[in-house]
């Protein structure tokens, strides 16, 4: 693999739902490309502090929103990164403080991997991505996963996590998400189909931006 590459930084974007795997597939094709030592970039890590964030009309903090990030700053930084330059970011926590974030130092590689909810509208990082990938699962499963996150780490109620799915999370993937759905360049079931789909995952990126056979 190493000397298709020719130097040229490929990134490949993961975009999908809340709960939808996109980590999951992110940490599998990371392992799978193990040899190249690619650069792993989420965009959690840069959600803006609490308090910045927006409230519903019931006051309740909606992270469902592209405002709840800091864009400007993570299309820098990928941009950066992009050009050979590391970079460092706090690793985000779930409402804990910014002093208690570990930071982080993420290397260039010539193979970046980034995953996250809005990285499709974001114009200024999908014109980054070489390879976009959509992760597609139903919508109970999602919910699923969202319930078990969200008890577990989050210690939310099963009522909260029901509600924001419903006004937050289900808005945000019809308005800011499944747009995107058809114009990336593979849709991604992960359900059942996700083994058969990662194979032909691999032997679609060899052949597109790989120039391997």
Not at 41 to 67: G, W
Not at 93 to 112: A, D, E, G, W, Y
Not at 204 to 210: A, D, G, I, P, Q
Request: charged content about 25%; overall charge negative.
């Amino acid at each position: 693999m190493n000397n298709e590459f020719q130097g040229k930084t490929i990134i490949i974007g993961i975009g999908g739902g809340s709960g939808s795997g996109k980590t999951t597939l992110l940490r599998r094709l990371a392992e799978f490309f193990n040899k190249e030592n690619p650069a792993i970039f989420s965009m959690d890590n840069y959600y803006n502090p609490i308090e910045q964030q927006q409230k519903d009309s019931k006051n309740i903090v909606n992270f469902d929103l592209p405002t709840a990030l800091n864009e400007v700053q993570l299309t820098k930084d990928i941009s950066t990164l992009s050009q050979g330059e590391p970079i460092e970011v706090k690793e985000y926590f779930f409402n804990s403080t910014p002093s208690k974030n570990v930071l982080l130092t993420i290397q260039p590689s010539r193979l970046i991997i980034v995953e996250g909810l809005f990285l499709f509208h974001y114009s200024g990082v999908k014109k980054l991505l070489d390879y976009t990938i959509f992760v597609d699962v139903e919508h109970e499963i999602q919910l699923d996963r969202r319930i078990y996150r969200d008890q577990e780490t989050r210690g939310y109620s099963r009522a909260d996590i029901i509600y924001q799915w419903e006004n937050h999370a289900l808005p945000c993937y019809n308005n800011y998400i499944l747009p995107y759905k058809n114009s990336a360049d593979f849709i991604y079931r992960n359900d059942h189909h996700a083994d058969e789909d990662f194979n032909q995952l691999i032997s679609s990126m060899k052949l597109k931006v790989l120039n391997l056979k």
